[in-house]
């Protein structure tokens, strides 16, 4: 170890009274250090800065009935929000893996849930793509899952943050890869598309009703920035009231980020691999924040209901509350469903 001190860092200064950029938001990023300040930010319906806010806690604890001496899956890590509740219900004797695809974010969640006490015995992260459930599993001889989680999408740490390129309020580089070390970032893909393709992939993942027009002016195009992608949005739609333009931009930056981290394909090696996956009478539940997401999982459910593989499976959508809806605006757009696997018929 070297006896030289660290040198002091200053905080990032801003101006004005309350600090705006991501970077500047210190005490949103340290919420030990400032409750109140956090809690104040949680009173007005936001998020803090490097947190996630997780979703309908109490409708998939349900769903999933954990129970002391369970294994579960947690597909999605995220900030751990989900895990931290299931966690508690698992012990004595059960455990839970946390899958995350995320290399920026996976070591402080690990982090946050070991200093909550939580540690190598009742759970461990592994630091890979969902659509390796079944590799992840094989590390625990054999034995099935008796709980399964997944929430789909991005978190608000990775939204929020302009330096990962989801962003259309703050500028950053374009990339949006939740594994920023795989795969091709959104400014490359949309060099290498065709007018063709990309209105193909505003159409399929994001209902876009300009996607004619877009794909002219952003496919093949180099867009190094989120904001330069978004400026050239608004200047194509400019006839269009600036309402118009702003969902189309959203729109648009969904539909990337799906092609990007090709989210309908692992969703659909998930939903292959579930039955597999899960022990006899083991539950799953799965939230998605997408029509085509959500198109998926009923499919994969009903057809496992259909074939005896699933014993029975959630009849209807499950939202938020509307005091949730209220509180995190967020949940809003939630679709949660759940399945639970058949048990096998005993010999006659
Ligand atoms: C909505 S957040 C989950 C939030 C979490 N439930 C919580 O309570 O904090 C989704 C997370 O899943 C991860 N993710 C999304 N798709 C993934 C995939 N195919 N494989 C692994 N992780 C994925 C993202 O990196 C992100 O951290």
Known sequence: MSDIPEPHKRRPRYSGKNPRRFEH????????????????????????????????????????????????????????????????????????????????????????????????????????????????LATENGRRANVVLADLGVSSMQLDNPARGFSLKYDGPLDMRMNPSKGQPARELLLRLTPGKLQEILTENADEPHAAALSTTLAGKDFPTTLALAREVRTTLKTRPNEEQELSARRVFQALRIAVNQEFDVLDTLLKQLPDCLAEGGRVAILSFHSGEDRRVKKAFEAGLHDGVYGVISQEIIRAGEQERRANPRSKSAKLRWARKAHSKAPA
């Open 25 to 136: 938001k210190y005490k949103e990023h340290a919420p030990s250090l400032y409750p109140e300040a956090v809690q104040k930010i949680l009173d007005q319906g936001k998020t803090p800065a490097g947190a996630h806010r997780p979703i309908m806690v109490p409708e998939i604890l349900e769903a999933l009935a954990p129970m002391p001496g369970d294994l579960a899956i947690d597909c999605t890590l995220g900030f751990g929000g989900h895990s931290q509740a299931l966690l508690p219900r698992l012990l004595p004797g059960g455990r839970l893996l946390g899958i995350d695809a995320d290399p920026i974010e996976l070591p402080r969640t690990e982090a946050r849930l070991r200093e909550a006490g939580f540690l190598s015995d009742a759970f461990t992260a592994h630091r890979c793509n969902f659509a390796g459930i079944t590799a992840v």
